[in-house]
T-cell receptor, first 114, second 115 residues
């Protein structure tokens, strides 16, 4: 079965640079979530989109922005990168009309800021 | 807000034994809980879920118990195998409108299966 696809899988950037992470949800899923997981930490919710509209916002810095496109893929844009942004970034998708609204996670993008 | 936390950060279990991972939550309005397994370098993988109107749910080798009175849930893994070694997270949902639910993760427990 198709899973959530994230690209790139690994990304190395320098401080103050920008980065764009991409997420392709499971076909027919209408909701996308972004999570940040620091080393040895639990995933922290950043932001979510439902039918291309922002549906919820968590601890996402103002330097970050995201959007969901007409084909339901989503991009997380990160500017003025800081060392503390080094983390695993997970995207998850779900179908709003499923009984459980289970979120399926992608493999993650490992961002390293030098 | 929701706070979900685990009692122990690490757990070592002999292969073949049963393991129990515990989790406490703070918001009694939480109505849906999921246990995730995360292997090194991979995204969280769904193991089992439970709704707040249930107190027990069984899957293949896994059982989740929910005690709403003390706001506690546990994950039991029977006959553990080396492939069970991973970090296990409990996560909770708060009731919200469609498309608005977000997961609140607890601190993971690293389970190590000793051969």
């Amino acid at each position: 079965a198709a899973g959530v696809i994230q690209s790139p899988r690994h990304l190395i950037k320098e401080k103050r640079e920008t980065a764009t992470l991409k997420c392709y949800p499971i076909p027919r899923h209408d909701t996308v979530y972004w999570y940040q997981q620091g080393p040895g930490q639990d995933p922290q919710f950043l932001i979510s989109f439902y039918e291309k509209m922002q549906s919820d916002k968590g601890s996402i810095p103002d330097r970050f922005s995201a959007q969901q496109f007409s084909d339901y893929h989503s991009e997380l844009n990160m500017s003025s990168l800081e060392l503390g942004d080094s983390a695993l970034y997970f995207c998850a998708s779900s179908f709003s009309l499923s009984p459980t609204n289970e979120q399926f996670f992608g493999p993650g993008t490992r961002l390293t800021v030098l | 807000g929701e706070s979900v936390g685990l009692h122990l950060p690490t757990l070592s279990v002999q292969e073949g034994d049963n393991s129990i991972i515990n989790c406490a939550y703070s918001n009694s309005a939480s109505d849906y809980f999921i246990w995730y397994k995360q292997e090194s370098g991979k995204g969280p993988q769904f193991i089992i879920d439970i709704r707040s109107n249930m107190d027990k749910r069984q899957g293949q080798r896994v059982t989740v118990l929910l005690n709403k009175t003390v706001k506690h849930l546990s994950l039991q893994i029977a006959a553990t195998q080396p492939g069970d070694s991973a970090v296990y997270f409990c996560a909770g949902y708060l009731p919200a409108n469609f498309g608005n639910e977000k997961l609140t993760f607890g601190t993971g427990t690293r389970l190590t299966i000793i051969p």
